[in-house]
């Protein structure tokens, strides 16, 4: 019943942890995680993690983009690159190119990129994508510049 081996939040089914970046925080460096991240403050520096990523309307980043799912609520200078899915909401801005298994934009959100879209052919090749070492294997379909002004 009782045992002294320790488990994490994850192995118990418990949420996984979150790496929080508050407003007023301000970093110059790279960051390579395995956990979810939310950015309130600003980073210059590219940002890897195999998990979530919320850009919240007060963050920004100015740097490369590397996650499972990213969620902009603020800005993006940089390029970005998800395996599932990347939300730009009602108030987030981007500057750069956008490669993502799926792409949403709501009304409102300012988008100046290249989209194009990420053709995964396999889990491991999305692995390679993050470490890097794919880069001219990256498969993508159609590419287009959009801008989204709201009027």
């Not at 407003?23 to 956990?35: A, E, L, Q, T, V």
């Not at 490369?64 to 990213?70: D, G, I, Q, R």
């Not at 491991?124 to 989204?148: H, M, T």
């Amino acid at each position: 019943m009782w045992n002294k081996e320790k488990k994490s939040n994850q192995e118990l089914g418990g949420p996984s942890s979150t790496s929080f970046f508050a407003p007023g925080f301000r970093m110059i460096g790279d960051i390579d995680s395995n956990n979810d991240l939310r950015v309130e403050g600003i980073i210059q520096g590219n940002i890897t993690t195999s998990k979530k990523i919320i850009v919240g309307s007060t963050g920004q980043i100015i740097g490369n983009v590397k996650a499972s799912h990213l969620c902009i609520m603020g800005e993006i200078v940089g390029d970005i690159l998800v395996t599932d899915t990347t939300r730009i909401c009602e108030t987030g801005i981007v500057n750069g190119t956008i490669t993502s298994g799926q792409l949403q934009v709501d009304p409102g959100a300012e988008l100046e990129a290249t989209v194009k879209k990420l053709k995964s052919t396999s889990k491991n090749d999305a692995v390679k994508l993050y470490e890097g070492k794919n880069e001219e294997k990256k498969e993508s379909g159609s590419e287009q510049k959009l801008r989204v002004v709201q009027a």
